[in-house]
């Protein structure tokens, strides 16, 4: 379906209602502050939704074996080789998660955890890179940090929540500056023939309305990742039981160590759940080939990795996070009597805990499989498109020597609609809310004189 604005620009500019006017006004100044990040959004996004074939072509020596007829070597073989190739303590094993894929033995060290890389057929050492987490290699790690903000610092951190947020302000004043007003949504299209501004226009409001919805998802699902919002909405959806299942430590000792400080990998809603504890009974630990024995026993998706215990009271741990988020899973167990202390994936979790974990997995593309990875690949480059043409439009209609924002409209008081809309924003999302006071305050305050406004 394409879109024709079948009236000409001077019918809606002919009078445009104050609303119009003020929405117009902030629609501008939305764009003018999330732009950069917008395209800087879009550009590592994009490369991090490729991050399992980018891995393969980059990290091939690291991540790649050749499949074996024989068995594969028991884990604690390989944990001998790779520490004997890099001493350190073992904090955690990943087995290899397909017949063609190397084992991963991670190591701290004084410089920092390592990960080794193991052929799990023969034992030989394939090389070391440092710990990247969820990024699995370095090079994605990086494109995650800076994709969240966070490869810059703190404050950069809680930057990206106020971008998302007006990253939605964006989205639902652009669809309201594009509705038709009784024109025949059936055909509007592309103008044929559509030269400068007119042509960049449509472009705009073209792709924006088929990518709106998806940015609106994507910035809404991306916050649960941000400092704020994220650890708040986390706090609150636990303590009212909407998260995660606070009755599987009824009966199991529990440390005041939270599971992201104590895990290789850990689900968004389990971030903040406290590592469940082992009790010393005299007996030996077992060891790393048991754990992995009872692990598959109990059925985890492949994929998953286990943290070992670090101290008389720790727990192995395996946790695995594979595309499809039914096969999530969680399972903690006593170093010394093999009991399961925890199992819970993402059926056990509350409403709100899988509402989140759902969209998590959307917003990475992983869900629905390579069509998920394609339409949001292709929403990155509308959001690319979109920035690029709202800029041309801005530069091609912007008076000499000012800023070219929409004029203020004479009567603010019919604004109220868009004032009750930036109010509902700022109230959900605090750290956008004060902004958008902020802003508000400059607004109004700005003698009308010293604007010089594009009509």
């Not at 068995?71 to 303590?89: I, R």
């Not at 990206?160 to 639902?172: D, F």
């Not at 969680?330 to 805990?353: M, P, R, T």
């Not at 000499?400 to 809309?421: N, T």
Request: overall charge positive; some cysteine.
């Amino acid at each position: 379906m394409t879109l024709n604005h079948a009236a000409p620009p001077r019918e809606i500019a002919a009078a445009p209602s104050y609303l119009y006017r003020a929405v117009w006004r902030w629609h501008f100044y939305a764009g003018l502050l999330v732009l950069p990040f917008m395209i800087l959004l879009a550009v590592t996004g994009g490369l991090y939704l490729l991050k399992d074939e980018l891995n393969a072509v980059f990290y091939k020596d690291y991540l790649s074996v050749t499949e074996q007829s024989s068995p594969v070597l028991p884990a604690s073989t390989l944990v001998a080789n790779a520490t004997e190739y890099l001493p350190g303590t073992v904090t955690a094993y990943i087995p290899a998660p397909s017949t063609t894929s190397s084992a991963t033995v991670t190591i701290k060290t004084d410089a920092g955890k390592q990960r080794v890389y193991v052929n799990p057929y023969d034992g030989k050492v394939l090389g070391k890179l440092d710990d990247s987490g969820a990024g699995v290699t370095p090079f994605m790690l990086t494109i995650r940090k800076i994709h969240s903000l966070d490869y810059f610092g703190w404050i950069a951190n809680r930057v990206i929540e106020i971008v998302a947020g007006w990253a939605m302000i964006l989205v639902v004043t652009g669809i309201y500056l594009w509705w038709p007003r009784g024109r025949n949504l059936g055909t509007f299209k592309i103008r044929s023939g559509a030269k400068r501004r007119p042509y960049w226009r449509d472009l705009h409001a073209v792709t924006g309305l088929y990518a709106g919805g998806f940015i609106f998802f994507l910035a809404l699902s991306g916050l649960p990742w941000s400092g704020f919002w994220g650890d708040k909405v986390n706090t609150y959806a636990n303590e009212a039981g909407l998260g995660y299942p606070t009755g599987y430590w009824d009966n199991v000792p529990v440390s005041k160590v939270p599971m992201k400080d104590a895990m290789t990998q850990v689900n968004w809603t389990m971030e903040n759940a406290p590592m469940p504890e082992s009790t010393p009974t005299g007996a030996t630990a077992f060891g790393l080939d048991q754990a992995v024995t009872i692990f598959d026993k109990l059925g985890i998706h492949k994929g998953y990795a286990i943290d070992l215990p670090q101290s008389a009271e720790g727990v192995y741990t395996a946790s695995v996070y594979p595309d499809d988020i039914n096969f999530e899973r969680i399972i903690h167990l006593d170093q010394y009597s093999g009991k399961v202390l925890f199992d819970a994936g993402f059926k056990e979790l509350g409403i709100a805990g899988k509402a989140i974990e759902m969209g998590v997995s959307i917003h990475m593309g992983q869900q629905f499989g390579r069509l998920n990875q394609i339409a949001l690949l292709a929403v990155c480059a509308s959001i690319v498109l979109m920035s690029v043409s709202a800029i041309v439009m801005w530069w091609q209609r912007r008076p000499k020597g000012s800023l070219g924002a929409p004029r203020y409209p004479r009567d603010y008081r019919v604004a109220r609609g868009a004032v009750a809309i930036l109010a509902l924003m700022g109230v959900l999302f605090p750290l956008t809310g004060l902004t958008i006071l902020m802003a508000l305050v400059i607004d109004f305050m700005t003698p009308r004189d010293w604007v010089k406004s594009a009509a």
